[in-house]
């Protein structure tokens, strides 16, 4: 399990990210749930078909790669092998310009997705190229000196540190080298053939982006297979869902009540993001906290009128499970006012939250009070997965550690 461990900073810095996400999700008057999902947790944007924001890096080769190089030098004199590249923002650039990707950054540690990258030389001198370069020096390069050569590319993908694939690719690169190309730039068409190549291989293989293959190769849940919610739910009809790429955000469920087009509720399961889930008080308290503050932020951001909670209510569910239910009112510029309902549920190892936004005027109280206990009734959630047991034992051990110290 040790390669499928991130950091405990990793982990830390990602529930910053989380909570804010659950805060965006808070308030209807912000835009479609799509795309505010797209931009905070990096998922596939479904309008433009992009996939999510990667960060491309150089990394050590691999022993099989320095192996082939090694092989290809010890073939003949004229045989030589060196491992180079172009410039990383050359390459990012390259990349970003074949448009498949949301966003490409460079080295960047606090994007999930990241493209690694070893660049090896594979030159084999012909008796044509040496004929060439002998007569270009003789000239002092007023003769131009023909180069070719394949560059070999060994590519990763990863998730964090989690490799989820591999690959290799290959360009052949061809140099005219005299005196008037001495300042030419080689490095950028170099840096577009190999995005080209990378690019199109990433296209064939559209699933590696995927929230499921992610949440199998992690161990996570794979809520899209494991977990049973119900498809009608009193006047609500499910309209969509979407299983995050982050195992932290687990998945959505739109929920619309097809009397009344507009009015919709959105559920939200996804695990206890604590080492003690066990102590759902505790847990409760910690995720009330978050989602409050949050909610605030956004609202201030967007200049609403400062929110006003309700206290929470908590009864027990239909397995006896705590459930906690409160209201936050708010108004915009034009005095608009708007109440959203939350319902937050302890099932195993995760929270059930549904919340429902709309206008403070709208009857909805009892609506959705049905609808949630309808709901949980129905619901079947998977239990803790490898992988969320498997960070709780290790965010367990950093305080084990900074507790002794």
């Known amino acids: 399990m040790e390669h499928r461990k991130i950091t405990v900073l990793r982990q830390l810095k990602a529930l910053c990210l989380i909570s804010l996400c659950f805060g965006l999700l808070a308030c209807a008057t912000t835009p479609s749930p799509q795309a ?12 433009t078909n992009q996939l999510p924001a990667v960060s491309v890096f150089f990394q050590r080769p ?14 003949s004199l004229l045989h030589h092998c060196r491992f180079t590249a172009p410039p ?12 498949l990707f949301a966003e490409v950054r460079r080295a960047d540690d606090d994007i999930p997705y990241r493209l690694s990258f070893s660049i090896a030389d594979f030159n084999e001198k012909t008796a044509a190229e040496v004929g060439s370069a002998a007569l270009s020096g003789a000239t002092l390069l007023v003769l131009p000196m023909r180069q070719t050569k394949e560059v070999r590319v060994e590519a990763k993908l990863y998730w964090f540190n989690q490799l989820l ?12 080298v005299s005196l008037f190309t001495l300042g030419k730039d080689f490095e950028t068409p170099l840096a577009r053939q190999i995005a080209e190549k990378v690019t199109h291989t990433l296209q064939s293989h559209p699933e590696l982006f995927s929230a499921q293959f992610l949440s199998r190769t992690l161990g996570a849940t794979d809520y899209d297979r494991e977990l049973k919610m119900p498809q009608a739910v009193g006047a609500f009809q499910v309209a969509g869902s979407r299983q995050f790429h982050h195992p932290f955000l687990g998945m959505q469920f739109h929920y619309l009540r097809p009397a009344q087009f507009e009015d919709a509720a959105d559920v939200f399961v996804y695990p206890i993001r604590q ?3 066990q102590n759902s008080a505790i847990a409760i308290e910690a995720e009330l906290e978050a989602i ?8 201030e951001a967007e200049e609403f009128l400062a929110p006003q909670f309700s206290d929470p209510q908590v009864e027990a569910g239909p397995e006896a499970e705590p459930v906690v239910r409160f209201h936050v009112d708010y108004a915009d510029a034009l005095d608009n006012h708007f109440r959203s309902r939350v319902v937050l549920a302890v099932r195993g190892d995760k929270f059930v939250k549904i919340r429902h936004t709309g206008l403070a005027s709208d009857p909805a109280a009892e609506l959705i009070a049905d609808f949630s206990q309808r709901l949980l009734e129905g619901i079947e959630v998977p239990g803790e997965s490898p992988f969320m047991a498997e960070v709780r034992r290790g965010w367990a051990a950093e305080l084990s550690r900074e507790g002794g110290q």
């Open 165 to 176: 694939s591999n690959f290799d690719v290959s360009v052949e690169d061809e140099r005219s």
């Open 62 to 75: 691999s022993s099989e790669f320095l192996a082939k190089c090694q092989a290809f030098e010890q073939r």
């Open 292 to 299: 409050r503050e949050e909610i605030s932020r956004l609202l």
């Open 36 to 47: 505010r999902d797209t931009a905070v947790t990096g998922a596939t944007n479904l309008e």
């Open 88 to 99: 990383l923002e050359k390459l990012r650039t390259a990349i970003e310009a074949q448009g």
């Open 275 to 277: 080492i003690a889930w």
